[in-house]
């Protein structure tokens, strides 16, 4: 079992930056990928950026390449979203999730947090 509770999200400006935190308590974090998701209103949620249980390994959605950041901590069982040049497409409501295993992937990730709102004005 993991249990995550996303912080850092907030209001900012067009072309201002976020860090998004992930904070994991649980026996399987260290072997789990982790990745980050978003809805916005009136849209499905949306894979954003997933990273492999080392850290050495990372995903990206096209639209946030070259502007979102994700890495990990192992040793603060931590996972962060580092969000530059943001943009008011990129509001929504933010969820950090873990996937057990090796593989790295964009879907059927198994545990989620309750989500951080990130609102960007233009």
């Known amino acids: 079992q993991v249990r995550l509770v996303e912080s850092g999200g907030g209001l900012v400006q067009a072309g201002g930056s976020l860090r998004l935190s992930c904070a994991a308590s649980?026996?399987?974090?260290?072997?789990?990928?982790m990745g980050w998701f978003r809805q916005a209103p009136g849209k499905e949620r949306e894979f954003v950026a997933a990273?492999?249980?080392?850290?050495?390994?990372?995903l990206y959605v096209d639209s946030v390449k070259g502007r979102f950041t994700i890495s990990r901590d192992n040793a603060k069982n931590t996972v962060y979203l580092q969000m530059n040049s943001l943009k008011p497409e990129d509001t929504a409501v933010y969820y950090c999730?873990?996937?057990?295993?090796?593989?790295?992937?964009?879907?059927?990730?198994?545990?989620w947090g309750q989500g951080t709102q990130v609102t960007v004005s233009s």
């Open positions: 999730a873990a996937r057990p295993g090796v593989l790295l992937r964009t879907s059927n990730y198994t545990y």
């Open positions: 649980g026996r399987t974090f260290s072997d789990s990928a």
């Open positions: 990273v492999n249980w080392s850290g050495y390994s990372t």
